[in-house]
T-cell receptor
């Protein structure tokens, strides 16, 4: 299974941008890059996903390297509610099925 | 449109008992996934089901665990003869069409085995 590598933890200040990196050097051509986050005592929440081009939505932006071996999740203006574990995931398409393989993620702390 | 509903929210069982965890996907979603999260760890994929079919069960332990998603009613994750090591948070997710669709997760069932 293609794996992702993320820093264990990161810290940022409220109202500042946050860049969460992810390495996925063994990504295959058909793997999508997904980001989910998990707040304490809750299920994961979808953030964003992309294949090759950079993506933007109301929550965040996803910047994908040209060779697709790495990507960065960008929170443009962090709030205290963004404190969570952020997972960078490659979706594996196996015989038409999808399996999201979660790693350890990055625990993001936001300082007031 | 209600989200993914899991019940019970908390389940306490003694060793050797059976645990049944239920998951109602979002309306219109026919794909269900089960994940398990041990304390201080990431989520581990267990099984992926469509209505009446198990598509991928590569993450399911070979014994005591089973899952179903009948034509009518919720998806059920069943753990027979529970042991202390089964204590974990079990999350269910659903999607409308499967591959490449974003997943909607429930709030999970916290299983505690005494």
């Amino acid at each position: 299974d293609a794996k992702t590598t993320q820093p264990n933890s990161m810290e940022s200040n409220e109202e500042e941008p946050v860049h969460l990196p992810c390495n996925h050097s063994t990504i295959s051509g058909t793997d999508y890059i997904h980001w989910y986050r998990q707040l304490p005592s809750q299920g994961p929440e979808y953030v964003i996903h992309g294949l090759t081009s950079n993506v933007n939505n109301r929550m965040a932006s996803l910047a994908i390297a040209e060779d697709r071996k790495s990507s960065t999740l960008i929170l443009h203006r962090a709030t205290l509610r963004d404190a969570a574990v952020y997972y960078c995931i490659l979706s594996l398409s196996i015989q038409g099925a999808q399996k999201l393989v979660f790693g350890q993620g990055t625990r993001l702390t936001i300082n007031p | 449109n209600a989200g993914v509903m899991q019940n019970p929210r908390h389940l306490v069982r003694r060793r050797g008992q059976e645990a049944r965890l239920r998951c109602s996907p979002m309306k219109g979603h026919s794909h269900v996934y089960w994940y398990r999260q041990l304390p201080e760890e990431g989520l581990k994929f267990m099984v992926y089901l469509q209505k009446e079919n198990i598509i991928d069960e590569s993450g399911m332990p070979k014994e005591r665990f089973s899952a179903e998603f009948p034509k009518e009613g919720p998806s059920i994750l069943r753990i027979q003869q529970v042991v202390r090591g089964d204590s974990a948070a079990y999350f269910c997710a659903s999607s409308p069409r499967g591959p490449k669709e974003k997943l909607f997760f429930g709030s999970g069932t916290q299983l505690s085995v005494l």
